[in-house]
């Protein structure tokens, strides 16, 4: 840390800050800039709490993704995109990753911003299985894997970079099984016509490709689709490795005019084995409450203890007078062939639910966190669906007038807070604004209320 001029000499010191979470102690240390010995030590306290807010940024526009890991300390990792510099060198792509890990009592322990030709907006952040390493995967096919300390082990498996070039979006989505190796969905266009997906599993030790699974597309003969009468689009928008290792899969899909079904777009859920072999589809899968509408598109799932599954989505309406879809969220049974329950947001246009997927707290009550117009909601559930509380977190810019905060990523705090991240035009907090679009972190209450 950059001490401002502790002995009136006119000259800033730098110091060594160093926190005993056990003890409860932060002791900064004045080190001398050459030899880096100590000098002093100048304060000794209580570790400070996280902020209530956090807002960081440059002049251009900066974006969190869309998860977050939180380690066992409290301590955070985020990222996302940016198209000016966190770090002192210049941009050498419009939009750079950018990944920091934010200590336990909200400082910046470290920032990274990979440089390369092909390098988008972080997408996902995944813990790794008994290790500290984390992966991240942008939006251009790479993925990384990356010490706790900031350090990049490897980088590759990049799509683009193999000159593939029939994939439009690289790691939509991405998980991790319990040996520490990733699965990764991108969307395609096979021959430039249309949009499907695929599924490729990585080596998570080397980052070497061990087998990929292309959803084959209608062109001419929708009988051939890997979905059967869809209309050139088959959308895979989240999957999970099940506690019985098979991946479990939710997307949408355009309806085609071969087979009658009620929906335009339609929502699915399909299972594959470990290898990439078809196990089941539902197709399509609407749920009983969506606000009226047939029409479904599926974005997060998430595995419950008792081997069901929540989904969050919605309804992929849009009207004049509700120009967003309202949010979806369900459970349904094992292997998708029963619903439980389902809920739907009516509450004006928005895409409230689909942002996270769900977080089931020791209750078994759930909270999901999402955008409402211009505003982020927080989202708390009954384990029988029913809407316990409904929270809406919005900015203000620094002239009064109403500003716009999105939703990104959310976590829960060994306390039972929670930690919401997404992104800003004007203030989530005290923080000024830094440019156009900034990147928040709040705390808030468990039912994501403004802390007392």
Known sequence: ????????????EVGLRTENFSSGTQLIQVRDPVSGSVIRNIQERGVTSFPEAIQFGTLQEDVPNLSLIKRSDDSLIVGGGTKGSLTALPNL???????????????????LQPKGT?????RNLLPIPQSTDFFAVDLAATIYRISDSGEILWRGATDFESSQTDVLVGNYWATTDANG?????SWTSPGGVGLSSRITKFSGSTGQELWRRDLALDTEDTSQSWIPGT????????LVVAANGNLIVVGSFNNGFDIQRPCTTCGFAAAFSADGLDLWQRA?????????????AWYRLVEAIDGTYYVVGDNQVFDPNDQEPDGLFARFNQDFTAEIWSDCDETGGDVSFNFTPPIIKGDGSL??????????????????????????????????????????????RNNGELVLTGSVEGEAGESPENGDLDVY???RDSSGAPLD
């Open 1 to 12: 840390v950059v001490l401002p001029d502790q002995d009136g000499n006119g000259v800033d």
């Open 93 to 111: 792509v419009e939009t750079e990753p950018w990944i920091k890990k934010i200590s336990p009592s909200g400082n910046t322990v470290w920032t």
């Open 118 to 122: 092909f390098e988008e907006a972080i």
């Open 181 to 185: 190796d990733l699965f990764s969905v």
């Open 231 to 238: 209309l050139n689009r088959i959308q895979i928008r989240n």
């Open 284 to 296: 399509p899968l609407t749920p009983t409450n969506a606000c009226g509408s047939s029409n479904t």
């Open 367 to 412: 909270v999901t966190f999402g955008s409402v117009g211009d505003n982020a909601v927080v989202f708390t559930h009954s384990v029988g669906g029913a809407l316990v509380s409904r929270e809406v977190i919005s900015a203000n810019r620094a002239d009064g007038t109403p500003g716009r905060i999105t939703a990104g990523g959310i976590a829960e």
């Open 441 to 443: 972190i709040l705390r």
